[in-house]
């Protein structure tokens, strides 16, 4: 009887070795901006209370009406995590952020799960960064948020990006648009979509994010939100304007634009790329500044974006972006007979105290079949060691590239390879992003 074949989940995918490095890359990258915009990372557990997610996210959103994961043990609802904004708001009531002062800057890397129906760009599983700042109703927050999420497609090349913006206003504004766009729908109300009808009453708002062809000729000519705004909402949406204006971040207005969680007030943005084809958004965030008092915490205001990783690969591969640096290891150890075998695994610990990779045979290869991994595994040097070379002490250190061999002592060996690496480390720090066709 054939074996039974285990595979992943519908929508889930394994993040393979050759793939792990632009993921490490891209990591590295956050970390190291984040830092730099004084943002400090928060890690959440992957599961949330399913109550927490409803309250947050909102009863009639998509992502609660049909794609959480659900499950139960005993008498606890659990459900892994489709977002981070409504845990990191769990996690700042929790353990009182609030009293380390200012506003916390926050931001994150990790896995979401949303049941949706997969496709390019589309994952059941997927990964999002993002920044959460709690604590301040100033527009320059919403604009230094803005800007840390244009700051990262944009060091990394991707430039063909479109910032559109919107204010949703507060939640007065809200209710007086929703009555004039329900005004507004009624007279065609059987010729909206199904999907726009069972939103009509509850969340006419949504009906805006409408991609149902049906919809879109109401859609266009609709009254917008923007001539809803009560004074305060406009002046705040005002400087955000203003403020991206001075950062020089351009933006396209958009007041169409609604988000898909309840939670948001304010302002609400999108970036979006034509290299994404339907999925085409890149991140979107905006303000919340209901939702900690909603979970339970003191009146807080808060703005924040979220960032689909995988997306932003594909933006890459549209542009011929690579990430990261090929697989390679800087020293493979070959050895002929077992006293160099033994030696060759001692000098391991020394290279690697240096600073570079090193690796050797551990399938007792024949020298030949050592020197084809060796290629296999892009060394850039070999260190060949056998019978004489250990009883001269001395061993061929052969550049792969160059083709080219020394005899030399482990010293000479070490001081080699420690001042070869400072001169690649400079031009790392360089050239750390290439397109492919830098490569040939
Ligand atoms: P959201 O949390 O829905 O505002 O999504 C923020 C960003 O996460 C989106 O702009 C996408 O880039 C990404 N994203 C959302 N859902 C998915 C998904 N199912 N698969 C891949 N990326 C996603």
């Known amino acids: 009887m054939a074996k039974h074949k285990f595979s992943t989940h519908h929508g889930m995918v394994d993040i393979l070795p050759d793939e792990v490095r632009k993921w490490q890359y891209l990591e590295n990258l956050i970390h190291q901006e984040a830092e730099k915009f004084n943002f400090e990372e928060i890690r959440t557990p992957i599961m949330e209370q399913t109550e927490l997610i409803v309250r947050g996210l909102g009863q009639l959103t998509d992502i609660v009406s049909k794609e959480i994961f659900s499950f139960s043990r005993g008498d606890d609802n659990y459900v892994l995590r489709p977002e981070l904004t409504a845990p990191v708001v769990r996690a700042f009531v929790e353990n009182h952020l609030d009293q380390r002062g200012g506003s916390q800057k926050l931001y994150y890397i990790g896995p979401m799960f949303r049941a949706e129906r997969p496709q390019k760009g589309r994952q059941r599983q997927f990964h ?33 990006t479109t910032l559109k913006l919107n204010s949703i206003g507060d939640p007065e504004s809200r209710e007086a648009y929703k009555k004039a766009l329900k005004e507004y729908l009624k007279p065609n109300f059987e010729k909206l979509s199904d999907i726009s009808q069972t939103r009509f009453e509850k969340n006419p708002l949504r009906i805006l994010d409408s991609k149902e062809e049906e919809d879109q000729p109401f859609i266009e000519t609709a009254p917008v939100i923007t001539d809803f705004l009560s004074e305060e909402s406009k002046v705040h949406y005002t400087q955000v304007k203003e403020y991206l204006d001075d950062l020089g971040i ?8 609604v988000r898909g969680m309840d ?13 994404l084809g339907s999925q085409d958004a890149l ?69 690697r105290e240096k600073g570079l990779s090193a690796t050797m045979d551990y399938m007792g290869r024949s020298m030949k079949a050592q020197m084809k ?15 004489n070379e250990l009883n001269e002490g001395k061993f061929t250190l052969r550049n792969m590239k160059e083709s080219e061999e020394n005899q030399l002592t482990m010293d000479e060996i070490l001081n080699k390879l420690s001042a070869w690496l400072n001169v690649r480390r400079s031009i790392f720090y360089k050239h750390p992003i290439s397109r492919s066709s830098d490569r040939k």
């Open 128 to 160: 999002q960064f993002g920044v959460e700042v709690l604590g301040s109703a100033d527009p320059v927050a919403d604009a230094e948020v803005i800007a840390f999420m244009v700051h990262i497609y944009k060091k990394l090349g991707i430039a063909n």
């Open 250 to 257: 351009s933006y396209v207005e958009d007041p169409y634009l």
């Open 263 to 275: 939670y948001y007030t304010q302002t609400a943005f999108e970036l979006i790329s034509p290299d």
């Open 283 to 351: 991140a979107g965030g905006g303000r919340y500044d209901l939702l900690v008092e909603e979970i339970g915490g003191k009146p807080t205001p808060a703005v924040g974006f979220a960032a689909g990783m995988e997306r932003l690969f594909i933006a890459c591969e549209e542009l011929d972006i690579k990430l990261g640096s090929e697989k390679s290891v800087d020293i493979y150890i070959v050895t002929l007979g077992d006293a160099a075998r033994k030696w060759g695994l001692k000098q391991l610990p020394a290279i």
């Open 373 to 387: 991994d060796a290629n296999r595994e892009n060394a850039r040097y070999t260190i060949i060691v056998g019978e």
